[in-house]
């Protein structure tokens, strides 16, 4: 492969990245345009953003890579990410953008009253950032190894490094164009690749391909398991109410209704997208099948246009991949590092602007350690196990803070505890486990299906022991969270 | 192996040590049987203190009533609000029937009038209880009382229950001084709040009327304009409003000012749009801008330029307004928001109910000095969850 090109594309996706961040706002406006730029955001850019934050190394690279492995197993992935912002457009997005809170620690002290409650939340949130982040420093460790033949290390650093510097000196002012250009960027990234690998490959004749030589009946969905499907679809719907940087975008929207409209382009948007790494998949495991290798399908994405298509379109496509891929690693970071230095800026460091460049900071290196001492597993699995710790943690605290008046303080503590505690031991001690009893090895690389009803189960009965500390001002709360906004007619 | 083992022993034993310790050094801290009995006291009434202090409810009095039953030692103790009885901590139906009814004809005592024992209040089957009945006033008027049950009441339960009743009603008052604090600070932010100043009205009708012959759509235009300003302004409900919604009013303030300025009005505007739908305290901004065209730029007579602007910085929005106008002397501006100065009122009105809002870190920050303009920042959190905007328009 032509290394120069990994070198110009991924130059010129930082490079753009952080333009757009330092100077799309800049552009100064007189009174004349005043009401342009007092409109607030629109939903399509707003839906642009989220989809841009929200589409990381696991949906870019591991989604085709995970198919290229498993087969249909894979596909349940797309599925889940997509359907978990329909749990959130039906449960989650109105009543908590008219809560008026920022960020989930925020609501869960406006809505229990409780500060240890909140330094939980707190904690819980900072942990599910930094483990979000580990698996996007490994896919740019794995597409800087692979495109340019340096050492997977660089990839992180380089990642890891660029965030840093660029959200620590306020680079990410106008985060929702930043966000919403590289949503469009990945998507152009991975939809002309897979358009020009069909008509190569089909030749213009649409018959040319057989699925069976793509998927046999051993890996379709006959080969699944129940328990497999039902735990992952748990922790990948539920899982996506929880993130960090999730919530902090609908509080841009100016009301619970452009909520909604926001949360529906997503759904529209991420549904199109998923298109492509799954066509990716299937052609991968028809014409290269020699990739399926646990360390190196996830690059698939990436090699697979270099091999189907012909000199200089091939190289050409295979920029235009990195530069998605590149996108998608430092959208996801950047996002997740912005909203992980406000809790921690705010908890810790008293809010001031040089408390929030400090968190900024850590909030790069820390994960860059973890992902300099761990190897990736798969990008798609690991992403997987971080939504199932969200959705054994924040999501019960979440629905239930949100749906059900009887929610206490210490029911959100115990409930929170229980399930960081199960969800926690079954990801780092589920390998050994599993190596010494196979039959629970299953449960424990997919914890959600148990810890989420656990840690629900525990939350309702502790609030219910607990029944005289419900907080005096959650009828009041609860009404200003589902009642909708009156029309606001002063124009 | 043994090491280890060695080691958590040691650990054990010492800390078995340690507890032992605290354990004697604690009980004799805890001093004489007078003192201890003084902690006792005051503990229990702390108790009660704490849920009689927010109010006088049903919830509220079942919780006071268990420490105060404890306090007095007797078996069964009543609260009870005019003919209600809001608490009863120990007793089964019968004292609760009978507390009902001394409730009642308690509430008809007259103010001024003690503790009072009822021998043998309950006198059936086994349980023989007699009741003492102490008035709880509340600005000189009796409005319930504490009804204490024991099987056998001495002067010493009924002078105790008199006290504990003349304490109920100390702490409610208290509890009413806390509530009127509150409205007090209500009243004090709604009577900061900025007034639009009769100086830009004249001015503003001024400006209008010099284009109704030359110009009537723009003078059509500027009626309008100001239409909505005034109703934006004179708005009654809601301290609070969005970003969006102030730069609205800043616009039609705008508008009118630039007819009187023409040309010499410039103005920037650079607002990231995250932060539009922040929430910040009615008129805080436009008061700001009004303060930069009329001391910074009316006296010029080349004019100038505003910038407002408004960043995302992480969990807070940053809004500010910088002129290039005549300036002031920091130590003027020094006065100014310290309420010395008659002139900014503006400014001061912004400073005082920012840090009343959201706490004294959080007022405006003025960059001046005589000749090189103003700038005038503030910070304002994005968290609001107990600030609701008035929702619909003119009340």
Known sequence: ?491 | MIGAAGILLGVAISAAFAFARRLVRGSRELGTDAERATYTTLHLASRAAGHLRGGFDAADAAKAARPLRTLLGCEALAITNGPLVLALDGGDDTVRAEAERLAASAAATTPGRRAQLLRDAIGSGRTHLDAVVAPVTRGGAVTGSVIAFAPRARAGLVRATGEVADWVSAQLELGELDASRTALAELELRALRAQISPHFIYNALNAIASFINTDPAKARELVLEFADFTRYSFRRQGDFTTVAEELRSIHSYLQLERARFGERLAVTLQIAPEVLSTVIPFLSVQPLVENAVRHGLESRETGGRITISADDAGGFAEISVEDDGVGIDPAVVAEVLAGGASEHVGLRNVDARLRQVYGDEYGLIVETNVGSGMLVRMRVPKSQPHHELAMGGVR
């Open chain 1, 1 to 491: 492969m032509n290394a120069a090109l990994g070198y110009v594309s991924i130059a010129l996706v930082a490079l753009a990245t952080a333009l757009i961040g330092f100077y799309g706002l800049r552009v100064s406006r007189t009174t004349s345009d005043f009401y342009v730029a007092s409109r607030t955001v629109r939903p399509w850019w707003n839906a642009s953003a989220i989809g841009g934050e929200y589409l990381s190394a696991a949906s870019f690279l591991g989604i085709a890579g995970l198919i290229l492995l498993s087969g249909s197993g894979g596909l349940l992935f797309p599925i889940g990410y997509t359907a978990g912002y329909l749990m959130l457009l039906l449960f989650v997005a109105a009543p908590l953008r008219r809560s008026g809170a920022y960020t989930i620690p925020d609501f869960v002290e406006a809505r229990l009253e409780s500060r240890s409650a909140r330094r939980l939340t707190s904690v819980i949130v900072i942990v599910v950032g930094w483990f979000y982040i580990v698996p996007q420093l490994q896919g740019a460790a794995l597409t800087v190894n692979i495109t340019t033949g340096l050492p997977p290390w660089v990839g992180s650093v380089a990642v890891a490094v660029i965030v840093g510097i660029v959200v620590a000196a306020g680079g990410m002012r106008s985060i929702t164009f930043v966000q919403a250009f590289q949503f469009w960027l990945k998507l152009v990234a991975i939809a002309v690749p897979v358009v020009f690998i069909l008509l190569a490959v089909t030749d213009g004749a649409p018959t040319a391909l057989d699925a069976g030589d793509a998927f046999p009946a051993s890996v379709g969905p006959e080969s699944l398991d129940v328990y497999r499907t039902v735990s992952l679809l748990v922790a990948l719907l539920l899982g996506t109410m929880g993130l960090p940087h999730v919530l902090v975008r609908f509080y841009t929207n100016p009301d619970g209704d452009a909520a909604r409209t926001t949360t529906l382009i997503v759904l529209g948007l991420l549904s199109l997208f998923y298109l492509f790494p799954v066509i990716i998949g299937l052609l991968g495991r028809a014409f290269a099948p020699d990739i399926a290798d646990s360390g190196t399908a996830d690059a698939l994405v990436l090699l697979l246009p270099g091999r189907m298509l012909p000199g200089l379109v091939g190289d050409a496509v295979t920029a235009l991949v990195i530069a998605g891929a590149f996108g998608a690693f430092l959208s996801t970071t950047s996002g997740l590092v912005v909203s992980l230095a406000g809790v921690i800026s705010q908890e810790l460091l008293g809010g001031s602007v040089r408390g929030f460049r400090i968190a900024a900071i850590a909030c790069s290196l820390v994960p860059l350690g973890f992902a300099l001492v761990t190897a990736s597993s798969g990008l798609a699995g690991s992403v997987g196990l971080v939504f199932a710790f969200t959705a054994s943690t924040l999501c019960p605290v979440l629905l239930l803070g949100i749906w059900w008046r009887g929610l206490t303080a210490r029911g959100a503590i115990a409930g929170m505890t229980t399930g960081a505690l199960l969800c926690g031991a079954a990801i780092l001690a589920g390998p050994a486990i599993g190596q010494s009893v196979p039959a629970l090895r299953t449960v424990l690389e997919l914890p959600a299906a148990w810890t989420v009803p656990l840690a629900v189960g525990v939350t309702v009965l502790v609030s219910l022991l607990d029944r005289r500390r419900v907080p005096r001002g959650v009828d009041h709360l609860l009404a200003r969270l589902h009642v909708p906004e009156r029309p606001s007619t002063a124009r």
